[in-house]
């Protein structure tokens, strides 16, 4: 059974700190993507990276970065937190190569940045 | 850059009805993909149509594909309270030169008992 886990269900943070989001998945997935999800806005596309190393920035890349050191794992991470990062964090993952493209989801982080 | 939007944005039904939701894009697509999210989960792949397909079953669920006026509908028939959830359409436009989904904002579906 494919699987996507994310580190934490629930993060609480202070302005300015320095946070990391982890995703690994065991799907040996070339493809993977950070999204962040608020109310009536859907999912924006923050980054993605479709192999070791490389990334490219999606939709709302400001004050994010990301790192993918191993295939299986791509890290989000806010340099300096902000309230307005509060939201629900999404990681996913997909092939490379196929006609799909049909994403996995881990079941998300819900930060709140006070 | 949104490309999906879905219509209505709330649905309430009871159990045993049919449940219908829409989904319109913008730019021309290889396919266009639903997914489920239970609340305060990640989302779920429920099923995908191809640009070349008009229409697509699976279970409980008929999806089918208009590109002349990009858009594509989701019914579920014979729904349960268990199928209550937000469902989003997610598309790949042609040409992004990755494999991207742009995801729409979602339809949120309650159905009681």
């Known amino acids: 059974d494919v699987k996507v886990t994310q580190s934490s269900r629930y993060l609480v943070k202070r302005t300015g700190e320095k946070v990391f989001l982890e995703c690994v998945q065991d799907?040996?997935?070339?493809?993977m993507f950070w999204y962040r999800q608020d109310p009536g806005l859907g999912l924006r596309l923050i980054y993605f990276?479709?192999?070791?190393?490389?990334?490219e920035k999606g939709d709302i890349p400001e004050g994010y970065s990301v790192s993918r050191e191993k295939k299986e794992r791509f890290s989000l991470i806010l340099e300096s937190a902000s309230t307005n990062q509060t939201s629900m964090y999404l990681c996913?993952?997909?092939?490379?190569?196929?006609?799909?493209?049909?994403?996995?989801f881990g079941p998300g982080t819900r930060l709140t940045v006070t | 850059s949104q490309q999906g939007e879905e219509d209505p944005q709330a649905l309430s039904i009871q159990e045993g009805e049919n449940a219908t939701m829409n989904c319109s894009y913008k730019?021309?697509?290889?396919?266009l993909q639903w997914y489920r999210q239970n609340s305060g989960r990640g989302l779920v792949h429920l099923i995908l149509?191809?640009?070349?397909?008009r229409e697509k079953h699976s279970g409980r669920l008929r999806v089918t594909l208009d590109t002349s006026k990009k858009s594509s509908s989701l019914l579920i028939t014979a729904s349960r309270a268990a199928d209550t959830a937000s469902y989003f359409c997610?598309?790949?436009?042609?040409?992004?030169?990755?494999?991207?989904?742009?995801f729409g904002t979602g339809t949120r579906l309650l159905v009681s008992p």
């Open positions: 997610a598309t790949d436009a042609m040409n992004t030169g990755f494999q991207k989904l742009v």
């Open positions: 996913a993952s997909s092939l490379l190569f196929g006609d799909s493209y049909e994403q996995y």
């Open positions: 799907m040996d997935h070339e493809n």
């Open positions: 730019t021309s697509i290889n396919n």
């Open positions: 149509i191809r640009s070349n397909e």
């Open positions: 990276s479709y192999d070791v190393k490389m990334k």
